[in-house]
């Protein structure tokens, strides 16, 4: 079976088609959807999802239900190996830049995201997120700032766009911004509906939403975090999709990555399980909508992870790791909904950014 998937991998990067769900589709080439969900597993490889894959007794819904599938480079303007500063960076604004960096080029200039972009011609826009959302992924499709390290003042660019929904953690430093300054008396006063746990999100039914969902980052799934990313990401969907023009949104799986870097496989399987369920609503949504791209991808591998043995019967996994940093290897893009197609083949991870802002229609 392993050796079967990987052969149908190969293929589907190199441009076939190969999904049973596109055959059972009216999908047609060539069409230019009016919403886009971006979903970020941070750290997934093909190993991370081969062993969320194991664990799930031989079910994955970015696996099942994805129509074309590619493969994209991770590599920033500064190392051979990337942070999430430059690989969110990259995939927001179409730009390769230095580890660490958010928002801007490789010589720290400010450049517009594509979910400003989205913004500024009436789309509606959110980001979600299982870290402080202030954090390096997130904060790359919303923030201007020279490091990553800048949490409050990552805060405080919030305020600078309108932003319709944003769900994850980092309480703390919206509460105390820069120079002392509170943030969320700013946010209120903005029109946005403060909550600080996911599930008194839930209860919000219309109107602009931000929820500070921990102190800074949410729980581990296996502590306790509950449904949060699966729930937030189809509420999320359900405040932007009423915008007659579309909408943008990024969805964040952060601790996969973190799994990675403690070499610690049960954190990994659980989290990209966690992380498909998100997938799953999205595609849901899609689906049922007719007008949605849904990409499922990655910013980088971490860990150098190796799948060494399991079991589709009981759900064993075994691996071993070979780092517990990032690696540079080749990153898989799963594509569902109009405009799939172009997601087929190698290419640098810039071109996501240039894809999507394309079949959007969006101009900078």
Known sequence: MFRLGVLLFLYVAAGG?????LAQSKFKMGRKPKNVILL???GMGIAQIYAGFTANKGQLNMLSQAQFVGLHKTNSASHFTTDSGAGGTALSIGQKTYNGAIGVSKDSVEQETILESAEKQGLATGLV???????????SFIAHEKSRSLDTEIAADFLKTDIDVFIGGGAKFFKNGPQGRNLVADLEKQGYQVRYTWQEAMQVNQGKL???????????FSEGRGEMLPQSTTKAISLLKG????????????????????????????????FDKACGEALKFAQAD???LVIITADH?????????GDFNTGKVEGKFGSKVHTPVLIPVFA????????????ENTEIYHKMMELLRLKK
Request: aromatic residues 8%; glycine residues 14%; charged residues 15%.
């Open 17 to 21: 088609v190969v999904s049973p769900v």
């Open 40 to 42: 970020i597993g941070d």
């Open 129 to 139: 997120s299982t870290s402080s959302i202030t954090h390096a992924t997130p904060a």
């Open 210 to 220: 931000a929820a500070l969902t921990a102190e800074e980052h949410n729980p581990k």
């Open 243 to 274: 915008n007659k023009k579309g909408f943008f949104l990024m969805v964040e799986g952060s601790q996969i990555d973190w799994g990675g870097h403690n070499n610690d496989l049960d954190y990994i399987v659980t989290e990209t399980v966690d």
């Open 290 to 292: 007719g007008q949605t």
């Open 301 to 309: 591998e971490c860990g150098g992870l190796a799948i060494t043995g």
């Open 336 to 347: 569902y909904g109009p405009g799939a197609e172009r997601f087929t083949g190698v290419y």
